[in-house]
């Protein structure tokens, strides 16, 4: 590829794998940071990776489900796998494998919803509104949301793609809109995991702002038949970079850092509810497909 394309790859720093050293600190840059000089340089990640490390998440069919302003996979896979709207790279060691899919409208949406219906933040929106969608049938409501306020990033990749909601009438209020919009992230989701045909989701470990709402994660467990172990006291990826740091130097063992963690709650899911949802779930992927087709 570099020859294709007339670049010297000298110009290139060195790959190294996350946990290695790269070097020490030096005298001047001890003096400017306040740190000892000497000690190593280890060459570190992205905030996805640390983030992935930090949920503790170690075998192959274990998945990393981020509730953030985006809704993201990663799930460690067994081999490199091309997919248009999933992400494989290698992961923190040699033979590890993640793939990973985005819901771009994640957190977000309710971020929108809530300047639509005039509250100052998401915490106002759910404190107002989560109580009221316990007296609302599961998927009986008819309104079908498609969270793609930001375009469709996974499993398919169409920027132009729009969020749509479909089935309102005159009854329908705010409860029925916010749950609608639960039901359409679990949707999503659902729609991405049937397009991870590649390994048996077989563990998935929550964490972001969405895991304050039990409802939310329940809702998203029903939909996508899947368990979720929400990590108590989430971190984040500044505890996998320290964990990737600590391993460098010989501190850790490895895949020690599944041992941080713990496991605060776990969110099951019911197989009745499932088949329920099954109806509005064929109708969320016939809608997106058919509203697909105006924004090509």
């Known amino acids: 590829m570099f020859k294709q394309l007339n670049i010297d790859e000298g110009l290139l720093p060195d790959i190294y794998w996350p946990y290695e050293e790269i070097g020490t600190l030096t005298k001047e840059a001890a003096q ?8 190593s340089i280890i060459a ?16 192959v069919g274990e998945t990393s489900l981020l509730y953030g302003s985006t809704l993201t996979t990663m799930s460690i896979i067994n081999d490199y796998w091309f997919h ?16 990973s899919a985005v819901l771009g409208s994640g957190m977000s949406s309710f971020t929108w919803l809530s300047h639509l219906l005039g509250k100052e933040n998401n915490i106002e929106l759910f404190n107002e509104l989560e109580p009221q969608v316990g007296e609302i049938q599961d998927s009986n409501h008819n309104i ?14 169409n920027p132009l793609m729009k969020g749509t909601i479909v089935g309102i009438n005159q009854a329908h209020t705010s409860p029925y809109m916010f749950k609608a ?19 048996e989701v077989e563990s998935v470990h929550a964490v972001g702002g969405g895991v304050n709402s039990k409802t939310l994660l329940q809702t998203v467990s029903h939909i996508c038949g899947i368990d979720q172990k929400v990590i ?28 941080l963690i713990e496991i605060g709650q776990v969110i099951s899911w019911d197989e009745s509810i499932r088949e329920r949802y099954n109806k509005s779930y064929q109708r969320f992927v016939n809608l997106k497909n058919t509203i697909e087709q105006y924004y090509i």
């Open 144 to 157: 079908i949301f498609l969270p793609y306020l930001t375009g469709l990033r996974s499993p398919e990749i």
């Open 84 to 99: 248009e709207g999933f992400i494989t790279v290698p992961g923190w060691k040699d033979g590890q494998v993640v793939t």
């Open 32 to 39: 400017l940071t306040g740190l000892v000089e000497g000690i």
């Open 44 to 59: 570190g990640t992205g905030d996805a990776l640390s983030e992935m490390i930090s949920t503790g998440v170690s075998n």
């Open 232 to 259: 108590k006291g989430h971190v984040g990826a500044p505890l996998g970079s320290a964990w990737l740091a600590g391993y460098g130097i010989q501190m850790f063992s490895e895949n020690s850092y599944k041992y």
């Open 181 to 199: 919009l639960m039901e359409g992230l679990g949707f999503a989701l659902n729609y991405i995991l049937e397009k991870l045909d590649v390994i």
